[in-house]
């Protein structure tokens, strides 16, 4: 499996944007994908998870604000941002839920 992000940019705080997983190869055993973020000197951490029964999971910091969802005949996987803040600033990555397959990252840059 093959993950390749894009949709990242510059946007004001207040706005939003969607950022893209494009997903290739074989898919029949993964039971999700997620979103996650790396901040400038921080960790990695989790964003959203869409399993493959269609349940959904999001941090704190980004419910109610953020929105995973999947197009399965276009094999992606989206993440809509709205209400961006300039903390949301980080490189997103898309992840295969059940294996260490990441995306090569998809750096947000939210200015205040």
């Avoid at 964003?47 to 999947?70: E, W």
């Amino acid at each position: 499996v093959q993950l390749v992000e894009s949709g990242g940019g510059l946007v004001q705080a207040g706005g939003s944007l969607r950022l893209s997983c494009a997903v290739s190869g074989s898919t029949f055993d993964i039971n999700g994908f997620a979103w996650y973020r790396q901040a400038p000197g921080k960790q990695r951490a989790f964003v959203a998870l869409m399993t493959s029964g269609g349940s959904t999971d999001y941090a704190v910091t980004v419910k109610g604000r953020f929105a995973i969802s999947r197009d399965i005949p276009k094999n992606t996987v989206y993440l809509q941002m709205n209400s961006l803040k300039p903390e949301d600033t980080a490189v997103y990555y898309c992840k295969v839920w059940n294996r260490e397959v990441w995306g090569q990252g998809t750096l947000v840059t939210v200015s205040s």
